[in-house]
């Protein structure tokens, strides 16, 4: 019968005691004697080709099994498992991988476009306060290998789309990536690197660094220096996320979002988030983040919110987070338990939508809790809900397009709560007398809005003492008094307008230095009301023409008022007028 092209291919599986060269030769040689014996094959060229083919390859074989006899065989050989190319070069590189080498499960992984899991640990877990020596060394990766696989040229084309993601390890050295250039994801989760990652100016398609445990307080610089690198896709830092030493974004470019929600992040030696002048295509996330030191965003462009919500902030005496200048196309959000220990510096920038501070206890003691000065906000600007500033918030000369909220307060709780308005122009005043801080302790001079909202109080008795309050130091300040009669106005609310400037004046009159000032203040105000009501004048009028006559007619009755030359009528009753009377 024909010999089966089936023979060609060699044994997948390596056989314990495989055939020698003799037999196999003997057997194919009977099988091609009886094949160029048949008659209906023998002149056949093509069936001599292929038969002188077959037996050459199953002498190949036959040679490569006996040899297979004589050397050494490797743990893949003796496995049944044929060592794939990667792994090859990792064994070049690094010397031969036993099967339970870490680095040879990564490259596994890595061919597979799977996860590389090394334990359940978190990445706090992984940090250097367990001595290396109680790990089991299954989970610890050197820097250097990590480095190897990810910017290692002739690798490029055996790692998938999937990117290289590993799981629970510990990464032993200084890991960096920095001008290195990788087209697909890069995750550390739940990983531990005590000497950092070096990211300068990196090009990567995603950082995923969620519940890893960077840095260490024995390392000096950032534990993560991504300056000038570009992230065509998100950076995860969140869920656990801890980095002791500085976060560095400066000028980083990022196409999606920056997600640091849950995270914890630690510099004694300055800040612990810095990205002045970076681009962040999507959100910045600091959900429920835990920092001590400052958060920098200079000039930062921001494409969407700034979410801050149940965070925890600390850095007595400084900034907590400066963002001067920044430009958040969204809304800000320092709301749901937000607490700061330190100062707010938003001056002179740009949200699109609202600056929400709902329910925030914030804390400066001595200084501003939160600086908005000069910032033009698209939305409204949220202090209410048991809203908490000990220290001062500034507004001053900032645009606020809707709304500014300062309602159901507790001001008792507030006894260090300051608030400055000067300058700022806002749409709408919503607010409660309750929320605002004690007399003396806000300023609205210039403080201009279009209307009050329908739920504000706009009892004249009562905003008459919101005005006075605002009076600082005993200097009187007329802005306030006619920007409410202003608003009044507008609505017809005319009379309450004209009371609003009365009392203006009679506010300048009380706080003059000048006894002469305040005497004729005294005047004006009690005969004209300083000109607002001028009717008062012929009242006035009536009343002295009243007591002239009053007073002439009697004394003329009873002879109290007599002429100094008794002649002097006498003309007059003859009918003559005397000539010296003037004509």
Request: charged share 20%; with cysteine; net charge neutral.
């Amino acid at each position: 019968p024909p010999i089966s092209k089936d023979l060609t291919r060699p044994a997948q599986d390596v056989v314990v005691q495989p055939p020698s060269s003799t037999d196999i030769l003997a057997h194919a040689a009977d099988l091609m004697a009886s094949h160029l014996h048949d008659p209906k094959v023998r002149h056949s060229e093509s069936s001599q080709s292929e038969t002188a083919f077959l037996l050459a390859a199953r002498v190949q074989y036959a040679q490569r099994t006996e040899s297979e006899d004589v050397m050494p065989r490797s743990e893949d050989q003796e496995s049944g498992v044929e060592s794939s190319p990667l792994l090859k070069l990792a064994e070049e590189k690094f010397g031969p991988l036993d099967p339970k080498h870490p680095l040879r499960k990564l490259v596994s992984a890595v061919e597979e476009g799977k996860t590389a899991k090394y334990s359940d640990r978190t990445g706090a877990e992984l940090n250097t306060s367990i001595p290396i020596d109680e790990w089991n060394l299954e989970h610890v990766l050197q820097a250097e290998q990590i480095e190897w696989l990810c910017t290692e040229p002739k690798l490029a084309g055996f790692i998938t789309h999937q990117g290289v993601l590993i799981v629970g390890a510990r990464v032993e050295g200084t890991l960096d990536f920095s001008f290195a250039t990788l087209p697909y994801p890069l995750g550390l989760r739940s990983c531990s690197a005590t000497n950092g990652i070096g990211l300068r100016y990196a090009n990567i398609k995603l950082l995923d660094l969620s519940q890893s445990h960077i840095g260490s307080v024995r390392t000096n610089g950032p534990a993560v220096n991504a300056e000038g690198g570009v992230f065509s896709g998100s950076v995860f830092l969140s869920n656990g996320f801890t980095a002791i030493g500085e976060v560095r974004l400066v000028g980083a470019t990022i196409g999606h979002g920056l997600a640091c929600g849950g995270a914890t992040l630690n510099n004694r030696n300055g800040p612990a988030l810095s990205a002045d002048g970076a681009t962040i295509g999507g959100g910045l996330y600091l959900k429920k983040v835990t920092t001590s030191g400052e958060i920098r965003l200079l000039n930062t462009e921001i494409g969407s919110g700034l979410e801050c919500d149940g965070a925890n902030l600390n850095n007595p005496g400084g900034y907590v987070l400066n963002a001067n200048n920044a430009n958040i196309n969204g809304s800000v959000f320092f709301r749901n338990g937000f607490k700061a220990n330190g100062e707010i510096n938003l001056g002179g920038a740009k949200i699109g939508g609202d600056l929400s501070c709902v329910g925030a206890n914030l804390k400066n003691f001595g200084g501003r809790a939160l600086s908005s000065e000069r910032a033009t906000i698209g939305g409204s600007v949220l202090l209410r809900d048991n809203f908490i500033a000990n220290g001062e918030v500034s507004l001053a000369s900032a645009s606020v397009g809707v709304h500014f909220q300062l309602r159901q307060n507790d001001s008792s709780s507030n006894t260090a709560f300051r608030l400055d308005l000067s300058n700022a122009t806002v749409e709408t005043l919503n607010d409660d007398f309750n929320s605002w801080p004690k007399q003396g302790s806000y300023e609205i001079d210039s403080f201009t809005y279009k209307t009050i909202a329908n739920a504000a109080p706009r009892d004249l008795v009562k905003r008459l003492s919101w005005l006075r309050g605002c009076q600082i130091n005993r200097t009187f300040q007329s802005g306030p008094y006619n920007q409410l009669a202003a608003v009044f106005e507008r609505t017809g609310q005319f009379s309450d307008a004209r009371e609003i400037r009365i009392a203006s004046e009679r506010e300048r009159g009380r706080l003059s230095k000048s006894v002469v000032h305040r005497c004729w203040d005294s005047v004006l105000r009690r005969t004209v009301a300083y000109g607002y009501k001028p009717w008062l004048a012929i009242w006035w009028a009536l009343f002295f023409c009243m007591i002239g006559f009053v007073i002439f007619f009697f004394a003329g009755v009873n002879k109290r008022m007599v002429p100094s030359d008794r002649n002097a009528f006498s003309d007059f009753e003859k009918g003559n007028v005397p000539k010296n009377y003037p004509k």
